[in-house]
Protein backbone atom coordinates (compact mmCIF):
# COMPACT_ATOMS: atom_id res chain seq x y z
CA UNK A 1 0.00 0.00 0.00
CA UNK A 2 1.26 3.58 -1.06
CA UNK A 3 0.20 6.73 -0.03
CA UNK A 4 0.72 9.76 -1.59
CA UNK A 5 0.48 13.72 -0.79
CA UNK A 6 0.59 16.68 -3.04
CA UNK A 7 1.22 19.87 -2.62
CA UNK A 8 2.63 23.34 -4.46
CA UNK A 9 0.23 24.07 -6.41
CA UNK A 10 -1.71 27.74 -6.61
CA UNK A 11 -2.32 30.69 -8.73
CA UNK A 12 0.01 32.08 -10.64
CA UNK A 13 0.77 34.14 -14.04
CA UNK A 14 1.03 33.04 -17.64
CA UNK A 15 4.55 32.74 -18.05
CA UNK A 16 5.45 32.06 -14.25
CA UNK A 17 6.43 28.88 -12.55
CA UNK A 18 5.81 26.19 -9.80
CA UNK A 19 6.94 23.13 -8.23
CA UNK A 20 4.75 20.22 -7.15
CA UNK A 21 5.86 17.58 -4.77
CA UNK A 22 4.32 14.14 -3.92
CA UNK A 23 5.32 12.37 -1.25
CA UNK A 24 5.02 8.56 -0.70
CA UNK A 25 4.52 6.98 2.64
CA UNK A 26 5.95 3.57 2.49
CA UNK A 27 9.45 1.86 2.09
CA UNK A 28 9.22 0.70 -1.40
CA UNK A 29 9.03 3.66 -2.84
CA UNK A 30 12.11 2.88 -5.48
CA UNK A 31 10.33 -0.24 -6.62
CA UNK A 32 7.36 2.15 -8.12
CA UNK A 33 6.62 4.11 -11.59
CA UNK A 34 5.77 7.76 -10.68
CA UNK A 35 3.48 10.06 -12.94
CA UNK A 36 1.69 13.41 -13.11
CA UNK A 37 -1.63 13.43 -14.73
CA UNK A 38 -3.87 16.89 -14.54
CA UNK A 39 -7.63 17.15 -14.96
CA UNK A 40 -9.56 20.49 -16.11
CA UNK A 41 -12.78 21.08 -15.43
CA UNK A 42 -15.17 18.74 -17.85
CA UNK A 43 -12.41 16.69 -19.00
CA UNK A 44 -10.64 13.60 -18.44
CA UNK A 45 -7.77 13.21 -16.92
CA UNK A 46 -4.79 13.37 -19.20
CA UNK A 47 -1.32 12.11 -18.78
CA UNK A 48 1.85 14.74 -18.28
CA UNK A 49 4.68 12.58 -17.57
CA UNK A 50 6.14 10.09 -16.35
CA UNK A 51 9.18 8.58 -14.38
CA UNK A 52 10.58 5.22 -14.04
CA UNK A 53 11.56 3.31 -10.94
CA UNK A 54 15.22 4.64 -11.07
CA UNK A 55 14.65 8.51 -13.16
CA UNK A 56 16.46 7.08 -15.89
CA UNK A 57 13.75 7.15 -18.08
CA UNK A 58 11.01 9.81 -18.53
CA UNK A 59 8.54 10.72 -21.09
CA UNK A 60 6.07 13.67 -21.24
CA UNK A 61 3.15 14.92 -23.17
CA UNK A 62 3.70 16.82 -26.20
CA UNK A 63 1.67 19.79 -24.57
CA UNK A 64 4.20 20.11 -21.91
CA UNK A 65 7.41 18.82 -23.21
CA UNK A 66 10.29 21.63 -22.86
CA UNK A 67 8.25 23.34 -20.03
CA UNK A 68 7.96 21.02 -17.56
CA UNK A 69 10.09 18.62 -15.73
CA UNK A 70 9.90 15.76 -13.63
CA UNK A 71 12.43 13.98 -11.03
CA UNK A 72 12.67 11.89 -8.21
CA UNK A 73 14.75 11.39 -4.86
CA UNK A 74 14.27 7.83 -3.78
CA UNK A 75 15.94 8.72 -0.76
CA UNK A 76 13.73 11.53 -0.23
CA UNK A 77 10.26 8.86 -1.01
CA UNK A 78 9.40 12.21 -3.20
CA UNK A 79 8.89 13.14 -7.08
CA UNK A 80 8.42 16.86 -8.10
CA UNK A 81 7.30 18.47 -11.18
CA UNK A 82 9.13 21.36 -12.07
CA UNK A 83 6.93 23.04 -14.26
CA UNK A 84 7.94 26.86 -16.44
CA UNK A 85 6.49 29.31 -18.47
CA UNK A 86 3.28 28.40 -17.64
CA UNK A 87 0.07 28.88 -19.73
CA UNK A 88 -3.81 29.45 -18.86
CA UNK A 89 -4.35 25.73 -20.61
CA UNK A 90 -2.27 24.46 -17.55
CA UNK A 91 -4.86 25.29 -15.14
CA UNK A 92 -6.00 21.91 -13.62
CA UNK A 93 -5.84 19.65 -10.64
CA UNK A 94 -2.76 17.77 -10.81
CA UNK A 95 -2.17 14.48 -9.34
CA UNK A 96 0.20 11.83 -8.86
CA UNK A 97 0.24 7.88 -9.19
CA UNK A 98 2.07 5.23 -8.56
CA UNK A 99 2.29 2.20 -9.61
CA UNK A 100 4.97 -1.13 -9.41
CA UNK A 101 6.92 -1.77 -12.69
CA UNK A 102 9.82 -0.61 -14.08
CA UNK A 103 8.72 1.06 -17.17
CA UNK A 104 7.14 4.52 -17.09
CA UNK A 105 4.02 4.57 -18.49
CA UNK A 106 1.53 7.37 -20.31
CA UNK A 107 -1.49 4.87 -19.20
CA UNK A 108 -3.77 6.23 -16.26
CA UNK A 109 -5.46 3.03 -16.18
CA UNK A 110 -1.78 1.89 -15.12
CA UNK A 111 -1.47 3.36 -11.81
CA UNK A 112 -3.49 2.04 -8.94
CA UNK A 113 -1.96 4.61 -6.34
CA UNK A 114 -3.11 8.12 -6.47
CA UNK A 115 -3.19 11.49 -4.34
CA UNK A 116 -5.83 13.99 -3.89
CA UNK A 117 -4.29 16.22 -6.45
CA UNK A 118 -3.36 19.82 -5.75
CA UNK A 119 -5.44 23.03 -7.90
CA UNK A 120 -3.02 24.68 -10.32
CA UNK A 121 -4.57 28.23 -11.94
CA UNK A 122 -3.04 30.22 -14.75
CA UNK A 123 -4.22 33.34 -15.31
CA UNK A 124 -3.60 35.15 -18.31
Known amino acids: QVQLVESGGGLVQAGGSLRLSCVAS????????MAWFRQAPGKEREFVTSISMSGSTTYYADSVKGRFTISRDNAKNTVWLQMNSLKPEDTAVYSCGASSGSSPSRNRYEYNYWGQGTQVTVSS
Open 26 to 33: GRTFSRYR
